[in-house]
């Protein structure tokens, strides 16, 4: 293991030697001998610290992240193809031109013989003959179409990168340090958290491995270490700190990045960020970046949600995660309130979906699922976590918040089903337009015009006032009202009636269920002028 060392020199010392070194340049000023500036230079040596490097632990990791090129079998493209060039080199027509004529001398540049009897084709795309990403390809032939990174965590050969980087590719293979290329094998992927592990057979060859961080020892400004392939270059370290934790940038319910401020660019996909100690606090997956370029900011999946999945993946090629089987969604301080909740936290069911295990435990719409196995649940991300990193089949303890008090629920995970969403049942059912609009002004106040639905069910939205709290909150014309406070409506003057009972119970918004053909969800709106 790697000794961890210390960081920049402390202010008190960088003050000290600055005060020491003003005193030397006050000295030189007033002629006294050099001698005396000879011994505080000499102090000012003494007192200072060495500047931190990142060559030990470069040194040690290094050997362990490989370059991870994908290889995928390009075909013809058809010549009917507008948006660019292609042409048929099967030797027809090109025999009989002469050796300076400008076609052929055109394709020689371009590194492809006319007269070749292979029968290759060549895109040029509208980037020019060499600008697309369909290059020379022979029909069913493996090319390069994609680079990435990727590490070593065992000594016989298993590697871990990201499953964007691999997804599209039939053929593998990982450059080493040493420009060693050996075939990989996909062993399993794992879209939802972007994770991948390839497996070399290094005949008996034991390889540089490193080891995962602890998670609880990450903090937000500790240094850290970049290694990987930037824009195929080959291995490139950079260093910065850890920026942020707890990300969610939006690619998925486990969403939990680390954020970090080393260069992190195109190709480092997949590879590995280190703490001073040489062990893996996170797996580089995505940047922010108006340019494409590194701009300070990229995104890892942590240490603690990369080293379950892959292990799940070394173990049995997939992930097999609980299930709940209901649509959430956070809970806003408007919704909190609207409900009684004393502050904006837990996860709100939509919907569940039917037969699903939340359905059988007897989850309804407008629960608020508050706590799972004792635990408080933040956010609906939070509950997707969880609920995900436990095994089918386990039995949990739920808290769930209806009509304005507690109440516990015991549920029997299932098996998150391949194609399935995460957390949510999709919802294909279409808004209801009404046949006419509707006279009713009951509801003007929130800025919704509203009539009846085709089905009988709900209330059709036919306008929306774009002033108003409503459609503040995303509320559109051509969705449809459900239910308020978890009472189902079918008419305006229901709608009144929940409204005028919330205000009894000194309830300041009222929780609207809108179903969009997008499915469903929850809105809080202001319920004041309400009468």
């Given at each position: ?55 030990n632990v470069v040194d040690a990791v290094s050997p362990a992240v490989v370059s991870v090129r994908v290889e995928n ?273 837990g996860a709100l069911v939509v919907a569940p979906q039917a037969g699903s295990p939340g359905d059988k435990a007897g ?19 939070d509950l997707s976590r969880r609920i995900g990193a436990m095994q089918p089949g386990s039995k949990v303890e739920l ?133």
């Amino acid at each position: 293991m790697l000794k961890n060392f210390n960081g920049r020199p402390s202010l008190a010392t960088v003050l000290k030697a600055s005060t020491v070194a003003g005193i030397a340049a006050a000295v030189l000023a007033t002629g006294v001998p050099l001698e005396i500036t000879r011994s505080y230079a000499e102090a000012v040596k003494v007192q200072a610290p060495a500047v931190p490097s990142f060559a030990n632990v470069v040194d040690a990791v290094s050997p362990a992240v490989v370059s991870v090129r994908v290889e995928n079998r390009v075909n013809p493209v058809s010549d009917n193809n507008n948006d660019g060039f292609s042409f048929d080199f099967n030797g027809r027509g090109f025999d009989d031109l002469p050796d300076d004529h400008p076609l052929k001398r055109f394709f020689k540049q371009f590194g492809q013989d006319p007269n070749d009897q292979q029968g290759h084709q060549r895109r040029f795309g509208q980037n020019g003959p060499n600008g697309g990403q369909n290059g020379p390809g022979g029909k069913g032939r493996l090319r390069p179409v994609a680079q990435g990174s990727g590490f070593f965590i065992s000594e016989d050969g298993y590697i871990v990168t990201n499953n964007h980087v691999v997804s599209d590719g039939q053929a593998f293979v990982a450059v080493m340090k040493d420009g060693t290329e050996l075939d990989a094998k996909l062993i399993g992927k794992d879209p939802r958290t972007d994770l991948a592990v390839l497996k070399v057979d290094g005949k008996g060859k034991k390889f540089t491995y490193v080891n995962w961080a602890d998670d609880n020892n990450v903090r937000v400004g500790d240094w850290v270490v970049a290694v990987g392939n930037p824009f195929g270059l080959g291995g490139t370290v950079t260093a910065g700190i850890v920026s942020a934790r707890g990300r969610d940038i939006g690619s998925g319910p486990y969403d939990d990045y680390l954020q970090v401020d080393a260069a992190v660019n195109r190709g480092n996909s997949g590879g590995p960020t280190f703490n001073l100690s040489g062990e893996v606090v996170g797996i580089n997956t995505a940047i922010f970046s108006p340019s494409g370029g590194s701009v300070g900011i990229a995104f890892a999946i942590p240490a603690s949600t990369a080293k379950d999945v892959v292990a799940d993946l070394m173990k049995d090629g997939q992930v097999s995660r609980g299930w709940l089987g209901v649509q959430i969604q956070p809970v806003t301080k408007d919704i909190a309130e609207s409900i009684g909740l004393s502050e904006p936290s837990g996860a709100l069911v939509v919907a569940p979906q039917a037969g699903s295990p939340g359905d059988k435990a007897g989850m309804k719409a407008g629960d608020v699922v508050t706590a799972l196995n004792g635990e408080t649940i933040k956010d609906a991300r939070d509950l997707s976590r969880r609920i995900g990193a436990m095994q089918p089949g386990s039995k949990v303890e739920l808290s769930v918040w209806r009509a304005g008090k507690a109440q516990p629920l015991t549920v029997e995970l299932g098996t998150l089903p391949v194609d399935q969403k995460d957390a949510s049942a999709d919802d294909n059912s279409q808004p209801q337009q009404p046949e006419a609009p509707a006279s009713e002004k009951a509801l003007a106040d929130l800025g919704l015009t509203v009539g009846p639905s085709d089905d009988g069910k709900g209330l059709a939205i036919t306008a929306i006032d774009p002033d108003s709290d409503a459609a503040d909150k995303g509320i559109k014309e051509g969705e449809k009202i459900t239910s308020v406070n978890n009472q189902e409506v079918s008419s305006p003057d229901e709608v009144v009636k929940v409204l005028n009972q919330a205000k009894k119970d000194g309830r300041t918004r009222a929780l609207f269920q809108i179903q969009s053909s997008e499915g469903s969800r929850f809105v809080a709106l202001p319920i004041n002028g309400q009468g």
